[in-house]
């Protein structure tokens, strides 16, 4: 980790981010697929200019009668395996929108421990009833649904496919299934997953086969095809509520996705269909990296995609370990300061890293377990 007052991020380019001069390994991005400094994307976005103007300032209405808007919307539908989709410009304008859209203070909302803020956020503004139910765990889950399901007209559940803070993969199959005990919409944020799990790029839903259980899907579309924005899918049902409620918190501001964004997002996905390999290497080399820093008697998570994630007793470790990669050239992503998780170090693998990257990230790590731990116990 980097003092940010003294430092300055000049550019990124595939695996490397450039910071005062230096140039470093990146593992702190979510830039999964490789795709965000892709020639051809980028080829696309300036013809969107060309097509659009920089800065198309029409009605968000009108913005979704867009030809490519379309073409996008279409695309995600058959990613997804839902009937609809809704491309919005930021991710939180679909966690908090569409959730305080769909629910209010009558409704209760079941939601893993380890979700992003965002989710929360929207729960929050719903003013439905938040319960949290443990990290992945579902007993509990079914327990806290059995005791509170009688008293509110909706019930939700909500959780992560892939969870950004441990890379592990949800029981979808299992929570699916508690939808014959329970009467439930089941809303999933496949923001880790889409795009590098699943035949069609559906996530852990496609993987686990539970699409026809799951009512709402989130999806960015930064993290895995380095494009902006964010997509809702969800069944025609949902759809309908959204239609019907007067309050549309998520089209406030406009925020459907601008139409040069569309071009590039959707030639994003267009190569990440024809470039199988890029899917296929990061998860690969998610287990190689993973099996290793295990060898080396790291604690970490359970993790089978492109998150690999190192926890850790206390702040102090975290924060002395990423300078000491900042200093080897390599950069992480840090979680100190947190109730209710512990320190942690994670690593984001994306297309262009190799394995002799993998090899010196290895290295690195090891020679870490031989000197900072020895010199520790030492004190």
Request: aromatic letters at 10%.
């Amino acid at each position: 980790m980097f003092n940010l007052k003294n430092s300055m991020i000049e550019r990124y380019y595939e695996k490397y981010i450039y910071i005062n001069g230096g140039e470093y390994l990146d593992f702190s991005n979510t830039n999964f697929l490789g795709l965000r400094d892709d020639v051809r994307v980028k080829d696309e976005i300036k013809r969107g200019v060309d097509l659009f103007s920089l800065n198309p300032e029409i009605n968000k209405t009108l913005n979704q009668n867009v030809s490519i808007y379309h073409s996008l919307a279409d695309k995600i539908k058959k990613m997804s395996g839902l009937p609809e989709a809704i491309v919005y410009s930021t991710g939180y304008n679909v966690n908090v929108g569409l959730i305080a859209s769909l629910f209010n203070q009558h409704d209760v909302i079941f939601s893993d421990s380890l979700n992003s803020i965002n989710i929360l956020e929207g729960i929050y503004l719903s003013n439905a009833k938040l319960i949290r139910y443990k990290h992945n765990d579902i007993k509990d889950l079914d327990e806290r649904i059995s005791k509170y399901e009688s008293q509110y007209e909706k019930i939700a559940v909500i959780t992560d496919s892939v969870f950004t803070m441990d890379g592990e993969k949800a029981k979808l199959k299992e929570i699916a299934k508690l939808k014959e005990k329970h009467k439930f919409f089941l809303i999933v944020d496949e923001s880790n997953a889409n795009g590098l799990i699943g035949e069609n790029f559906g996530g852990v839903s496609e993987e686990q086969k539970v699409t026809n259980k799951v009512d709402m899907i989130f999806g960015y579309l930064y993290k895995v095809f380095g494009s902006t924005g964010e997509y809702a899918s969800m069944t025609s049902e949902l759809k309908e509520l959204l239609t019907h409620n007067s309050l549309r918190r998520d089209l406030i501001n406009k925020s459907v996705i601008s139409p040069i964004m569309a071009i590039g997002t959707l030639k994003s996905i267009e190569l990440a269909e024809t470039e199988l390999w890029r899917s296929h290497k990061v998860i690969d080399l998610g287990a190689i990296l993973h099996k290793e820093l295990k060898n080396l008697n790291f604690s970490l998570t359970e993790s089978e995609t492109g998150i690999i994630t190192i926890i850790f007793d206390s702040d102090k470790e975290v924060i002395d370990i990423s300078k000491l990669l900042f200093e080897e050239k390599i950069l992480v992503a840090v979680t100190i300061g947190k109730t209710t998780i512990k320190p942690r170090i994670r690593l984001f693998l994306n297309a262009h890293i190799d394995k002799k990257d993998i090899e010196f990230v290895i290295e690195k790590f090891k020679f870490i377990k031989e000197t900072y731990y020895s010199d520790k116990n030492k004190q």
